[in-house]
């Protein structure tokens, strides 16, 4: 099995990579912008595991490079994770549309751009999967961090429409959707410890899922409970609320 891991330089991703590498012996393609910082991650699921891992750059903003770039796999893969991405700072999104712009595009555009690419050459071979992390924080708007949120309740209803496109066609599509995480992304927030996860735990999560073939997988299991909750608050409470 040959997997691409797009965002590979994220804690999920590294977590994720392992699973794959441990576990199915997985041919790995690991994709992000910064390649330097990739290959002593490479090299130690080679010399851990003994599989394969070819290290490629990979920029979900180059809308133009994405096309030669997936074309250039040899052979295609047999799987690909979305897990590139970025929080950003919502009151500087606020007032600073070009940091908005980068948000909504890191985390929705750019999967976009490379998914229709995958899908149209999946859907041709009748075969494949795709993962997309996306987050909790797309089940509905907020007001700590509503632009983020946005571009992940629309990957999720991109994921949604793929995932029915493609299951005619024998491709299973995996919405992703992560609550806290103990990663660089979230270092410094005030989170409330209990309930945030470890990469490591969301990777084997999102693995099971995988084999299970789960179209929408909570992560960890107790957030399809806590976020049931928050979508069940009326908006005249919800909107009072400082969340």
């Known amino acids: 099995m ?40 490479a090299r130690n699921l080679e010399i851990r595991w003994g599989v394969k891992v070819r290290i490629l750059p990979f920029d979900a ?61 999946f859907e041709k071979r009748g075969h494949g999967w795709i993962a997309g992390i996306g987050s909790v924080a797309g089940d509905r708007g907020r007001g700590s961090n509503y632009i983020y949120g946005s571009a992940k309740g629309a990957l999720a209803i991109y994921l949604g429409g793929l995932r029915n496109r493609l299951c005619k066609r024998g491709v299973h599509v995996m919405t992703v959707l992560p609550g806290f995480v103990r990663t660089k992304m979230t270092r410094g927030l005030p989170l409330p410890e209990r309930l945030v996860a470890e990469p490591e735990a969301v990777a084997r999560d999102i693995h099971r899922g995988l084999k299970a073939r789960r179209n929408i997988l909570y992560t960890r299991w107790f957030w399809r409970w806590i976020m049931l909750v928050i979508r069940s608050v009326p ?9």
Not at 2 to 18: C, K, M, P, Q, Y
Not at 20 to 28: E, G, H, V, W
Not at 235 to 243: P, V
């Open 235 to 243: 908006e005249a409470l919800f909107k009072r609320t400082r969340l």
């Open 61 to 121: 903003l180059d809308y133009g490079s994405h096309k030669g770039f997936y074309e250039s796999l040899d052979p295609r893969p047999d799987g690909v994770v979305t897990a590139f991405g970025i929080l950003g700072d919502q009151e500087r999104a606020q007032g600073d549309f070009p940091h908005a712009r980068e948000i909504v595009e890191s985390n929705y555009l750019g999967a976009v751009s490379i998914l229709e690419i995958v899908a149209a050459d």
């Open 2 to 41: 040959h997997v691409l891991i797009l965002g590979a330089n994220s804690d999920i991703a590294e977590a994720l990579a392992a699973e794959f590498a441990r576990n199915d012996s997985a041919s790995l393609y690991l994709a992000s912008r910064d390649v330097e910082q990739l290959e002593r991650k």
